[in-house]
């Protein structure tokens, strides 16, 4: 089932002489469960993608359709709470609120919802992340593959349709990327999250069953490994 359509998108920065296209007229699909690396360059596009896929900022042209909804057909607001529910996001420097607690960081945004999440799915998703010791430590009581575990929970707490990550393993050491890269693969696997990864990292990249790569906004390579 296809959980994902990009159609002509493109991203325009400045005008006339001072034009740049980080995103020059890309169009794709990916289905429901797959895991994707987007790789490419430094400048080559790659990042303002994933912020476009997941609704961070708005493209110059094109669609994106996420479960078959036409995200940039709605008012900021109502995307606002469409990605809150249905994109999980991973950044590289983990984003966790520092006075909330594990737990708590992990359920925010079921919380923003109203939403009262499942003891029993919060407790299978703790143990699956290794943190179920650690569920009432605040973040900086944590290492950093730590923190980016809370992260990824806080991304998957909601079920979303895609999982979208921004170079998640970058700010952590060679052993907490291994385990990251590991716990990304069984979240695809165990919950059939489909997850779309931003990477510079060639493990990542060969873990994934479906390999993008950007350069100058384009995409010059798509093969599934």
Do not use: W
Not at 119 to 134: F, M, P, S, Y
Not at 169 to 177: E, H, M, V
């Amino acid at each position: 089932m296809e959980i994902l359509k990009v159609v002509n998108l493109s991203k325009v920065y400045g005008n006339a002489e001072n034009k740049i296209k980080a995103v020059d007229d890309i169009s794709f699909s990916v289905e429901k469960g797959d895991f994707v690396a987007i790789v490419g360059a430094s400048g080559s596009g790659k990042s303002t993608l994933l912020h476009l896929l997941g609704g961070v900022d708005r493209p110059t042209k094109g669609k994106v359709y996420i479960d078959g909804v036409d995200i940039y057909a709605m008012d900021n607001d109502n995307l606002a709470i469409f990605r809150r529910r249905q994109v999980g996001l991973i950044y590289q420097f983990y984003n966790l609120i520092p006075i909330l607690d594990v737990e708590e960081n992990i359920t925010l945004p079921a919380r923003l919802d109203g939403v009262t999440v499942d003891k029993k799915v919060l407790n299978d998703l703790l143990e699956t992340l290794g943190l179920e010791k650690r569920r009432h430590h605040l973040p900086n009581e944590l290492s950093g593959g730590q923190q980016q575990r809370v992260s990824i929970g806080r991304a998957i707490i909601n079920n979303p349709a895609i999982i979208l990550a921004d170079e998640p393993t970058g700010n952590l050491d060679s052993k907490a990327s291994d385990e990251i890269i590991a716990l990304l693969k069984k979240s695809n696997e165990k919950y059939n999250q489909t997850i779309i990864v931003i990477t510079h990292d060639l493990e990542i990249a060969s873990s994934a069953n479906r390999i993008i790569t950007i350069e100058d906004g384009k995409i010059i390579s798509d093969v599934r490994n």
